[in-house]
């Protein structure tokens, strides 16, 4: 396993109780990084935890001056909360359903790069990456949801990496293909068959992979790109 120079960097990762954040906080930690996990439920991961809903600016506010009082400024964002609701077709969607995951994944995402970059831009070095998805760009069926939350995830990364261009930080995403998370269990059994045979690789994604290529994208290594979607789709993008 390839290691970079995280030591002395503080980092949160939103989600980290399970799935992509956790094996993010445990990959991180093991390039020297301190991490924070904000998450909704209880974690065990990271050096700090904080019960923490990214739809609600407030409780952000209160996670960030938390986790500043316990490890310091933050140098890196890894936003991988998300849930990806239920499945069916937008005549009937349901309402409640589509406002949620709007708020968490598309509102959440604004909520936490907010709030790390005003302190990144004071200190002008920063390093973010928003857990997007390959739905978001290719629009899956009876996820439409979701898929739009992802689309906007891209926009907003887009958007953040070029106004922080001028300073020493990256934002940029990833767009994973589907990995068999606790996250499947909200999804139907046919819509994660539907998911697998998209992916030329014919497999899943394993989350140790998404974990490697993100260390890498915070890392002070990757110093030019930004506001850039890097591919974790096994070959179901095309572009
Ligand atoms: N697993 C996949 O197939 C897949 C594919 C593409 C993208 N993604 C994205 O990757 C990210 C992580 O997915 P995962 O598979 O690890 O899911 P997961 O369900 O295993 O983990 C998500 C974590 O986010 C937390 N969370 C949910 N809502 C929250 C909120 N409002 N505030 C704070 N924490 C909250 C949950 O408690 C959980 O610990 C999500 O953004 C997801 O959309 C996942």
Not at 161 to 179: L, Q, S
Request: net charge negative; charged share 15%; glycine share 10%.
């Amino acid at each position: 396993m390839n290691t970079y120079d995280l030591s002395g960097r503080v980092a949160v990762v939103t989600g980290g109780a399970q799935g992509i954040g956790l094996a993010v906080t445990e990959r991180l930690q093991a390039s020297g990084a301190k991490v924070a996990v904000w998450d909704m439920q209880g974690a065990s991961s990271g050096d700090a935890q904080m019960v923490c809903d990214i739809a609600d600016m407030a409780s952000v506010k209160a996670a960030l001056a938390a986790t500043e009082a316990a490890l310091g400024p933050v140098d890196i964002l890894v936003n991988s909360a998300g849930i990806a609701g239920p499945n069916a077709p937008i005549g009937e969607y349901d309402d409640a359903a589509w406002a949620q995951i709007i708020a968490i994944n598309l509102t959440g995402t604004y909520n936490t790069n907010k709030a790390v970059l005003a302190g990144m831009q004071s200190r002008d070095y920063g390093r973010i990456v928003n857990i997007a998805s390959i739905a978001g760009k290719e629009g899956n069926p009876n996820a439409c949801a979701y898929s739009a939350s992802k689309a906007g995830v891209i926009g907003f990364t887009k958007s953040a990496g070029k106004e922080n261009a001028a300073h020493n930080i990256a934002v940029n995403c990833v767009t994973p293909a589907a990995a068999r998370t606790p996250i499947f269990d909200q999804m139907s059994e046919e819509h994660i068959d539907y998911m697998l045979s998209k992916i030329p690789r014919a497999r899943f994604l394993e989350v140790e992979e998404a974990a490697s290529m993100i260390a890498w994208i915070v890392s002070a290594e990757n110093s030019f790109t930004t506001g850039a979607v890097f591919d974790l789709s096994g070959g179901r993008a095309t572009y």
